[in-house]
């Protein structure tokens, strides 16, 4: 082979690698739009976890704390999510 061949088909490889590369940079992907649910009972979540559901963060309602880091169960809010179908 030649070297003009040679470089016409080296030309031609890197267009294609190249091509690919960026095509594939290119596509967009799809974001996971979330459905949030907040419950307020070890039950719920329980309930919601055998469907499907995350557990995202627990929260606690204001006013409610036993001292700074030490919250009552009952004064929790659990917030699940859910990928939106």
């Keep these: 082979m030649n070297k003009v061949g040679l470089m016409h088909k080296t ?3 890197t267009l294609v690698v190249s091509s690919l590369f960026l095509a594939g940079c290119c596509t967009t992907q799809q974001a996971t739009v979330w459905e949030y649910k907040t419950v307020g009972s070890d039950s719920e979540v329980n309930q919601l ?3 499907g559901w995350t557990l995202a963060y627990v ?3 204001a006013g409610f704390a ?3 880091f030490n919250f009552e169960r009952s004064q929790l809010r659990y917030v699940m999510k859910h990928p939106k179908h």
Excluded: T
């Design 11 to 13: 030309i031609a490889l």
């Design 49 to 51: 976890v055998s469907q």
């Design 59 to 61: 929260v606690p309602l």
């Design 66 to 68: 036993r001292d700074a």
